[in-house]
């Protein structure tokens, strides 16, 4: 009988694990967008996507106010004007995106199963760049946030739609930017999670956290803190910085893999692009 | 027999602590020994994507010190680095395969 029992524990406990560690993205999902739905009941789903000000009254009327001369403006006005300008050869940025890069950033970023690699809107304007005999720019600011902030704000309002494919490369680019989200960095000894899950709403600094939920939906943005418009992965490394973990390079696999992860965990969510925060 | 294992057992003691607390000289022999087990400590952290944000500025710091021919500083500073080398390295090592916390399953 104490064999059998055995057995059984046995069994179970490795079943159990097994399916724990191959617990499959939507099932993450799910579990993701729960934990947040709990945790701020007040919050409606579509309001993730303005981060603390969907937490804090005070801060929201504050935002709403300087929203009505939105401090981005002169970046997308910029971006505008750089993706209708002809490069030397005649061609422009729409001819490089689907459906001349209207109503796509909320598919973004997505794996590339031809190259088997995770691929975002700031990697594809380098990439129509070079293929029409321009140099590439540099990333996390500049010129590069401006047309991508064009580009995602020609998707607003499309709800966040970022698939993973059952394929094994995408599956484990996916898998390397959950366990870049749940891994402790840094002298800190702090994950993503730590600051934007349980503690989420809590104040670090004088700031509030956000939830890591609706997180992606508003980048590029706006940071009074750079007082310039940047990526989402400007600011990925600004928290590995603030945890004091070396960061990694801009497009480089950890952090693209990492924004893949991040991003479809936000599925759902309307996209705001481009945010302002304070 | 439990005086010799006495004895024994407090060498191995003393061996144990002083042997694992050992820093280079501060000389520039010393200096060099500990930059390059920082380097190597570096290197191995940065394989597994654990560097830490300060530790080549502390190593910088450590060659400052060791240009102006402050040794015993060049020293501390470099041993400092390689032990947040070898602390992010064990840190990433031990957060491979990290999942959600429990409240997010």
């Not at chain 1, 057995?7 to 560690?21: D, E, L, P, R």
């Not at chain 1, 099932?27 to 701020?40: H, T």
């Not at chain 2, 910088?60 to 060049?74: F, L």
């Not at chain 2, 470099?78 to 997010?104: C, D, N, R, T, W």
Request: positive net charge; contains cysteine.
């Amino acid at each position: 009988m104490k064999k059998l029992l055995l057995i059984m524990t046995s069994i179970v406990m490795v079943t159990g694990f097994a399916f724990n560690v191959q617990a499959d993205p939507a099932q993450d999902l799910r579990a993701f967008q729960d934990f947040y739905k709990k945790k701020f009941p007040d919050v409606q789903f579509d309001d993730f996507g303005n981060g603390i000000y969907a937490l804090n009254k005070q801060l929201r009327d504050e935002w709403e106010i300087t929203m009505e001369f939105p401090p981005y403006e002169l970046t997308l006005d910029e971006g505008k004007r750089l993706f209708n300008k002809p490069f030397k050869n005649g061609k422009t940025y729409a001819s490089c995106f689907k459906n001349g890069g209207k109503n796509i950033a909320q598919n973004y970023p997505y794996f590339d199963i031809k190259k088997g690699m995770v691929k975002t809107i700031e990697l594809e304007i380098n990439e129509c760049r070079e293929r029409n005999g321009e140099k590439p720019l540099k990333y996390k600011k500049g010129p590069i946030v401006a047309v991508s902030a064009y580009i995602h704000s020609m998707a607003q309002g499309k709800r966040t739609n970022v698939q993973v494919p059952n394929n094994p490369a995408a599956l484990a680019a996916y898998n390397k930017g959950k366990e870049f989200f749940y891994a402790r960095r840094g002298q800190l000894n702090f994950a993503c999670i730590h600051c934007h899950g349980a503690n989420a709403g809590m104040k670090v600094g004088g700031n509030i956290l956000s939830p890591a939920l609706g997180q992606t939906t508003h980048f590029p943005a706006y940071r009074a803190k750079w007082g310039a418009v940047g990526t989402i992965q400007r600011r990925y490394t600004g928290c590995n910085k603030q945890v004091r973990a070396k960061p990694f390079k801009a497009q480089g696999e950890e952090y693209r893999n990492l924004q893949y992860f991040h991003t479809y965990m936000s599925n759902g969510v309307p996209l705001n692009a481009p945010g302002t925060r304070f | 027999m439990k005086l010799n294992s006495l004895i024994s057992a407090t060498f191995l003691s003393i061996a144990l602590l002083t042997g694992c607390a050992t820093t280079p000289m501060a000389t520039a022999d010393g200096y060099k020994e500990a930059e390059a087990a920082a380097k190597e400590a570096i290197k191995k952290a940065a394989s597994v994507g654990g560097e830490w944000r300060d530790t080549g500025e502390i190593l910088e710091k450590a060659a400052a010190a060791a240009k102006s021919g402050d040794y015993e500083t060049a020293v501390k500073l470099a041993s400092k680095a390689q032990h947040q080398g070898e602390l992010g390295y064990q840190q990433a090592m031990a957060e491979k395969g990290a999942q959600p916390p429990s409240y997010m399953r």
